[in-house]
């Protein structure tokens, strides 16, 4: 199923334009308040549970519609999307006449779009128009039915025949339904509709040249939306439709993503790509998991529309179509760019390698071995230790013994002030460790690794970059220096204005997936402001992408259209701080 989201496209103007709340008496009026206080405040949650309980509590008060509707629109912002639908069909069922109606029509539409269905959107978008009596809501919603008729399909146009409009308001909404209907292809049923509408210049609209194709450019998005991983695939997507919103006000030209649910499955993402290099989408964000991307890069190999995946961090993902970019630093890279900072800037001769054994760990581990080889270094030894290992004794004894010799327990060891000590408590140096394990690896094992007196300097990935890390202390964590792209700082102008951007939209701080779906879409819209318009030059513009300082981090792409940017940190002052290599 399509999905143009549209999830906000209105949510700003509503706060301005809903009638005024009817000012109620006594506790009921200070009940009102209070949760009227916490919706716009952004604490959606909390409104809802207080307008629940005037719901419950004042079933026959006067202003109970009022109650109820915002109860409605509550849990619309809360997510709660079927919970709204239940109510807000309850309101409009009780409440026909309301003053609220033609509002209540539009968050069904809304919640629709939000749940994959189109069809249904579309016919509340039409009815909010018939009931709406605000110029201002009218333009906005003729652009909401142009979209999600755009994503129904062609026998969406039986169903609008059937909603009763006032003479004065059937043209305007029959030609706006048209533009969706030709911005699909369905060109018979665009002039089936506006058969309805004498003043509509048939023709000129349903031609080539009436639609305007040069104005409209296509953008599927390919995002888990529903199943285990639909929160993250929701993430991303509120920072792409921020962009999408923000080049529509900054050019005038509509830009609104196609949206498409792959459920988190493989294959389905894979049909889903198939659909839209086959209906001539001009790019493509997406899909979320590296297992995904792979499929959907694959598809795309006999096609040159531009896919970026902008949280896959497998290696070798770009390598399956020319037109394929990945905005995440893939796991390969990172244990290639330890490597080359243990020998180019630590002049480290020899290595050894400690990695969990999960798959993930070891292409990090692998690539940071056949790098630091290639560049004429030694690596001593690599130790797998399981997930959920917690004693790491033999695999630092073996590290000792390959460095040094075989350290036999007959053998008596003294210390520079002449005392005997064990085995293991020998001090060891070597140039260089390289551990790809996680936050609560690391804090069982760094202890493990100073109690035997095996010293190195540390090297790391994202794992390094975590309070239960930091928390260990230097005397533990010692000199160590990790890779990671997933560290949230807002240090760049672009970052700082997106943070404040988002903020302002949905009322809260976001995080990296919304940071990456925004500079997938941001680097989009660089390349139509650019007057790239086809896949072949969009696909251009990215490839020569370097230096861009986006909301996640900077993005340069490399020779296989990764993401080669990479920042270095080490820990200092129980927190991780950024290395700049001269």
Same mark, same amino acid.
């Given at each position: ?365 692998? @690539?940071? =071995?056949?790098?630091?080889? #290639? +560049?004429?270094?030694?690596? %001593?030894?690599?130790? /797998?230790?399981?997930?959920? *290992? ?124 919304? @940071?990456? =779906?925004?500079?997938?879409? #941001? +680097?989009?819209?660089?390349? %139509?402001?650019?007057? /790239?318009?086809?896949?072949? *030059? ?45």
């Amino acid at each position: 199923m399509q999905v143009t989201s549209v999830k906000y496209i209105l949510g700003a103007v509503l706060l301005l334009a809903l009638p005024a709340a009817i000012v109620e008496a006594g506790d009921v009026d200070a009940s009102f308040r209070k949760a009227y206080e916490q919706l716009n405040a952004g604490n959606y949650p909390k409104a809802n549970q207080l307008f629940a309980e005037l719901v419950a509590s004042h079933p026959d008060h006067m202003n109970a519609a009022t109650h109820l509707f915002f109860k409605a629109k509550s849990e619309y912002y809360a997510a709660r999307l079927e919970q709204a639908n239940r109510d807000l069909e309850r309101f409009l069922e009780r409440y026909p006449n309301s003053e609220y109606a033609a509002y209540a029509y539009l968050f069904l539409g809304n919640s629709y779009y939000r749940l994959s269905r189109p069809e249904q959107a579309a016919v509340n978008y039409a009815n909010s128009y018939r009931f709406s009596r605000d110029k201002k809501l009218d333009q906005l919603l003729l652009k909401a039915v142009e979209t999600a008729v755009a994503n129904s399909p062609s026998k969406i146009v039986e169903k609008l025949r059937a909603i009763p409009f006032a003479e004065d308001r059937t043209c305007p909404f029959v030609i706006s339904a048209a533009r969706g209907l030709l911005g699909r292809g369905h060109r018979q049923a665009a002039r089936s509709l506006l058969s309805s509408c004498p003043e509509a210049d048939i023709d000129r609209l349903t031609s080539p040249a009436g639609h305007s194709p040069g104005q409209q450019v296509q953008v599927g998005v390919v995002l888990p939306l529903s199943g285990e991983l639909q929160k993250y695939g929701e993430q991303l997507l509120e920072g792409i439709n921020l962009k999408a919103e923000q080049y529509g006000r900054e050019t005038g030209i509509r830009l609104t993503p196609a949206v498409y649910d792959s459920k988190g499955e493989n294959l389905e993402a894979a049909r889903v790509v198939k659909r839209l290099t086959d209906e001539g989408f001009t790019a493509a964000i997406g899909p979320l998991t590296s297992e995904a991307t792979a499929v959907a890069s694959a598809v795309l190999a006999c096609s040159d529309m531009p896919l970026i995946a902008p949280a896959a961090s497998e290696g070798g993902l770009t390598e399956l179509s020319e037109s394929c970019f990945q905005l995440q630093p893939n796991l390969d890279w990172q244990g290639i760019r330890m490597a080359d900072l243990a020998v180019q800037w630590l002049k480290a001769d020899t290595a050894a390698i400690i990695t969990p054994s999960t798959p993930e760990n070891l292409r990090m581990a692998r @690539a940071f =071995g056949e790098r630091f080889e #290639e +560049l004429g270094g030694t690596v %001593l030894a690599v130790e /797998y230790f399981r997930s959920r *290992e917690t004693d790491f004794g033999p695999y630092i004894r073996d590290i000792k013994s390959l460095a040094v010799g075989e350290l036999l327990d007959s053998i008596t060891y003294v210390n520079e002030d002449g005392d005997t000590i064990e085995a293991e408590e020998v001090p060891v140096w070597i140039d260089c460790i390289y551990i790809p394990a996680d936050a609560a690896q690391l804090r069982q094992l760094l202890p493990q690794i100073h109690f035997y007196n095996l010293n190195a300097a540390y090297l790391g990935g994202d794992g390094w970059g975590s309070s239960e890390v930091y928390k260990l202390g230097e005397s533990i964590t010692k000199t160590c220096y990790f890779s990671s792209g997933v560290i949230a700082e807002a240090v760049g102008e672009n970052a700082q204005r997106f943070v404040m951007d988002f903020d302002h939209k949905y009322g809260r701080q976001p995080g990296r997936l919304e @940071a990456l =779906g925004y500079d997938a879409m #941001e +680097l989009i819209c660089r390349a %139509l402001k650019s007057g /790239y318009r086809s896949r072949a *030059e969009i696909s251009r513009y990215l490839s020569g992408v370097q230096g861009y300082s986006g909301a996640a981090g900077a993005v340069s792409f490399g020779r296989n259209r990764e993401n080669i940017e990479l920042p270095i940190y080490t820990i200092e002052d129980s927190g991780p701080k950024q290395v700049v290599f001269e």
